[in-house]
């Protein structure tokens, strides 16, 4: 594991631990977060699909009426039948925050359907039309809380594969990272000490030699005088 | 009574003989017209889809032409024949004129009456051919089930006028 | 209103129609019948359907359903051509100018509904105001077009002819042109006052059905009316035992959707052998009392549907059945020897074929088995 170039200092040490801390606590918290979003994201992600499979099979039972209610007509009576859409809806879209994701949200502010708000006349057009024009209106509430559910899956695994990123380079790297420079300084420091210790323990050791020599030569010349006056 | 006597000159034997002569020619022919035309019109409706049927229609068509020339016989006996106005001055008396008219009457008016009803027939048997084209002979005899009565009322004319009328 | 009174005039006399009746009884015998319309739901593919179409004489081209309607036109145009009497030309072709008024009159209105503001009770939208107020353009209301408020932001002639169906008694381009500049005077009167009649009853309600059902009302109206004119005693219970048909159907819809009061009598049409009370009577009726209702008139086999009518196939069931019991009309018709019955059949047996091929031609490009497909094909043997 490559640590990080720095000088190896004691500041330098006690900067890293301090980000070592920083780092561990976030691990811990984005390690909190993205359990909590998968939490969310999996119980969305059930709604969801039960949610999707009626509306598929209602969408197909109302598209089994409206092909054959199309087979019996020819398209310009279908075509002109639908020409005068339904009326127009509003859709505000809010945003709702979970987990500090900013999801929308619809809000769903249809005018009430009249059942009977055809587009068009009964005269032209065969029964089979109303059974699929009422499903395909029905469903659209349906429809939109889905496009709703799926859009907010779909911020939410983003979210959580961000988050797991970043779970990963805190656990893998930056604080490994961060452990490894620091026992690199910690060990780059003592190395330092234990050198002068050496170091003292040298020079002690030629003080003590320099003592030993300076009372040696006193020795000496005390010897030499008592010698001179002996002789 | 001026009057009773121009008509007694204008209306003699032979004036009402050929009255009824005419009329026999006349009525059959415009009825046979008539049932040739209407199934003239609906073979060419379905030639106009079909050309290759005209054999087969073309024989339909000529049925209800028949009672015409029932009609034109019964002219040629009376005129040519039993009268022989053309080549002889036979002058028939009043009753005599009559009794012409009077034979001449059956194909008179059951030929015009029967070539157009034959003419539906065969134009539904026109209809039939092309639907169906090998069903032609049962057509043909459909149509020509009408035939009988017309040629009934030949048989009645023709042996009035031949025998029925005494002349000299 | 427009020619209330009507002279019957004597139909021509039924020879007039030999070279007629006879032609289109030779074309009859290209129509496919029903044993093979019942072969062909068991088609394979859309080619064996195109070839069984050229048989029956229809042109070829990319696109089978494009060369069916195609096909059906040129039939109708064909018959309508051998007609020996005139009247029957509008009859047969005001059901098609009705179709394309109501294009022009959706693609004018939906233009007037500005961001979901529907402009009844707007004061600011012209329209509205200009109905509302009882008055167009400053003038005394009529019953012409003239008497209409300005449409405004109309789409062009162009973009709606893909809807207009041709050919029509009126040129779409004269309508729409007509309608537009709010000309009186240029079409036919009909067209006239079916456009008033949709335009204000659709200022009261502002809803593509109120819209379509008052062009229909008048359409049936000016029908039951144009062919009583005609002369034809079957033709004139054809087209009465047609509307019995549709407003039956309009009423067991209405029953179905649980629709308010009130809409059943603008969507009932005029000129059925049943008087439109019959239908009223039974507002908010359940499917049993339907049923019993009709139980003693020739629509008997169809409102038994009734008490299941909403449930999934009922509808489609109920179209077939409808279409059957006019075909058998049309059968007791056809057992003239020439008259306009004929041609008449014969333009209903087209349509009743070209549904039969649409509805193979559907069930073939999305997989609907074939089982079903034969419940629903129409009886075309005549």
């Known amino acids: 594991m490559a640590r990080i170039q720095v000088n190896p200092t004691r500041m330098e040490l006690l900067r890293l631990k301090k980000r070592l801390a920083v780092a561990r606590r976030g ?42 209610a199309r087979a019996v007509l020819s398209r310009e009576a279908l075509e002109s039948a ?26 769903l502010l249809f005018a009430e359907y009249r ?102 030569k006193f020795d000496e010349g005390v010897a030499a005088e008592r010698e001179g006056r002996l002789a | 009574m001026e009057f009773i006597d121009a008509l007694n000159k204008i209306f003699t034997g032979n004036v009402i003989a050929f009255f009824g002569a005419s009329l026999a020619a006349i009525l059959s022919g415009m ?90 027939v065969a134009a539904a048997g026109v209809q039939l051919v092309a639907k169906r084209p090998e069903e032609q002979s049962k057509a043909m005899v459909l149509a020509a089930m ?15 006028v031949f025998f029925g009328v005494k002349i000299g | 209103m427009t020619e209330r009174t009507t002279a019957f005039r ?29 072969r062909l739901s068991e088609a394979q593919s859309v080619d064996e359907v195109v070839r069984a179409m050229a048989e029956a004489g229809y042109p070829s081209g990319e696109q089978p359903e494009q060369s069916l309607s195609e096909g059906l036109a040129a039939q109708a145009a064909l018959v309508r051509d051998l007609f020996p009497e005139p009247g029957y030309d509008e009859v047969l072709l005001l059901p098609q100018d009705a179709h ?90 009909f067209l006239e006052a079916a456009a008033v009649a949709a335009v204000r009853a659709f200022a009261q309600d502002p809803v593509g059905s109120v819209l379509d059902a008052a062009v229909d009302r008048l359409l049936y109206d000016t029908l039951s009316r144009k062919v009583a004119a005609l002369g034809n005693p079957w033709f004139r219970d054809f087209q009465a035992f047609r509307v019995d048909l549709l407003n039956l159907g309009v009423l067991l819809r209405v029953l179905a959707m649980g629709s308010p009061a009130g809409r059943l009598a603008q969507e009932l049409l005029p000129g059925g052998s049943l008087p439109e009370t019959a239908f009223l009577r039974l507002e908010g009726a359940t499917g049993e009392q339907v049923a019993d209702a009709f139980r003693a008139t020739p629509l008997a086999p169809l409102s038994a549907l009734a008490p299941e009518y909403g449930k999934p196939g009922v509808a489609a069931r109920f179209g077939r059945l409808a279409d059957d019991l006019l075909s058998a009309r049309v059968r007791t018709g056809r057992r003239v020897l020439f008259g306009p019955e ?20 559907t069930a073939l490009r999305n997989g609907i088995r074939s089982a079903q497909v034969r419940d629903l094909l129409r009886d075309t043997t005549f």
């Open chain 1, 115 to 216: 059942a009977d708000e055809l587009p068009y006349g009964m005269a032209g057009t065969p029964g089979e039309l109303d059974a699929a024009i009422a499903t395909f209106r029905e469903i659209l509430p349906a429809m939109l809380r889905l496009a709703e559910m799926e859009k907010t899956a779909q911020l939410l695994a983003e979210e959580i594969e961000k988050t797991r990123r970043r779970v990963n380079s805190l656990e893998y790297v930056l604080i490994p990272r961060l452990a490894e420079t620091i026992r690199f300084i910690t060990m780059k420091l003592d190395e330092n000490e234990r050198g002068n210790t050496t170091r003292l323990m040298k020079v002690k050791d030629m003080m003590v030699r320099q003592a030993l020599e300076q009372a040696r």
């Open chain 1, 82 to 107: 639908l020409l005068m859409g339904a009326p127009p809806l509003d859709l505000p879209v809010d945003t709702q925050n979970i987990m500090s994701v900013e999801v929308p949200v619809f809000e």
């Open chain 3, 100 to 189: 394309n008024l109501k294009v022009i009159l959706k693609a004018f209105l939906s233009g007037q509904l500005p961001d979901g503001e529907r402009f009844v009770g707007d004061e600011t939208s012209a329209l509205g105001e200009g109905l509302l107020a009882g008055s167009g353009s400053g003038d005394v209301p009529g019953d012409d077009l003239a008497s209409l408020p300005r449409f405004a932001d109309v789409p062009t002639a162009d973009s709606l002819r893909p809807y207009a169906l041709s050919p029509s008694l009126e040129p779409f381009q004269a309508v729409y042109e007509a309608v537009r500049d709010r000309s009186a005077g240029r079409i036919h009167p």
């Open chain 1, 27 to 68: 691990h811990k918290l984005l390690k909190d977060k993205r359990d909590e979003l998968m939490k969310r994201f999996l119980d969305l992600v059930r709604s969801n699909r039960d949610l999707r499979q009626e509306v598929e099979t209602r969408l197909a039972e109302a598209f089994r009426e409206f092909v054959l």
């Open chain 2, 146 to 160: 009408v035939e009988t009565y017309a040629i009934f009322a030949l048989l009645a004319s023709f042996l009035m």
């Open chain 3, 10 to 38: 004597r139909p021509a006399p039924d020879t007039d129609y030999a070279y007629a009746s006879s032609r289109v009884r030779a074309l009859e015998a290209r129509v496919l019948d029903g044993a093979r319309m019942a």
């Open chain 2, 31 to 120: 009825g046979s017209a008539k049932g040739v035309g209407i199934v003239g019109e609906a073979a060419a409706g379905v030639l106009s889809e079909d050309p290759g049927k005209f054999g087969k229609l073309l024989v339909l068509q000529a049925l209800p032409g028949t009672q015409g020339i029932y009609g034109l016989l019964i002219w040629f006996m009376v005129v040519v024949v039993k009268g022989n106005f053309l080549f002889g001055n036979t002058v028939l008396t009043v009753e005599q004129g009559w009794q012409m008219f009077a034979a001449c009457l059956p194909i008179m008016i059951v030929g015009y009456f029967s070539a157009i009803a034959q003419g539906r």
């Open chain 3, 342 to 361: 004929i041609l008449l059949g014969y333009l209903h047996a087209r349509e009743m074929e070209a549904k039969n091929l649409r509805l193979v031609l």
